[in-house]
């Protein structure tokens, strides 16, 4: 029994470790943008040298979060039943906000920053409350995914650039509840 506990905790371990990796890439992607106006590494390196320290710095603050909030989240137990769907909805938020990165940096490297420093670590902090398994969860979780994409592609949709600011809120909400939602449903 202890083996097998010890072999999970590092399989959790993994899975979150991914997550960082996927988190940290995303945000070199969105820094570099912020500060040098391109996400092309060599803009960064050759033009823009002087920015590598801020951009280095915001990878290294969202790896000591992830580590931090992986060692809170690996270790609790009221996290074991529910980390399955939370990591589920944690890793499609990621990828699509990691996509986004790449179709609109302009547009999306604040919805980006704002998730990866607040909405992610609240979501998890927040998914082992009240477990009990109900539509209405359910409705949270897959509910909130759906309308993500649905306003990250909008955002994208030239007509609609001009409503930008209600769909990055929107996004951020919406990441808020599925993370939420998904580590409320029981397995």
């Not at 704002?114 to 509910?143: D, R, S």
Request: with cysteine; net charge positive.
């Amino acid at each position: 029994m202890n083996d097998r506990w010890i072999l999970e905790k590092q399989h959790k371990a993994l899975l979150f470790f991914a997550s960082i990796a996927v988190k940290s890439f995303l945000m070199a992607i969105t820094t570099s943008y912020i500060f040098c106006k391109s996400i092309d590494p060599n803009i960064l390196f050759l033009n823009c040298s002087m920015n590598i320290v801020y951009v280095g710095i915001s990878i290294g603050v969202i790896i000591v979060m992830g580590i931090v909030f992986g060692y809170y989240i690996i270790r609790i137990k009221s996290f074991d039943d529910i980390f399955a769907n939370m990591m589920k909805s944690d890793y499609i938020l990621t990828t699509m906000y990691f996509s986004m990165a790449f179709l609109a940096p302009a547009l999306m490297s604040t919805v980006i920053i704002i998730w990866l420093f607040a909405v992610w670590i609240l979501g998890m902090l927040l998914a082992p409350f009240n477990k009990e398994k109900t539509l209405l969860k359910k409705v949270t979780q897959y509910g909130s995914l759906v309308a993500v994409g649905i306003l990250l592609v909008a955002s994208l949709i030239p007509q609609l650039q001009e409503y930008g600011q209600p769909f990055a809120l929107g996004a951020i909400i919406s990441s808020l509840m599925s993370i939420f939602g998904s580590g409320r449903i029981q397995t």
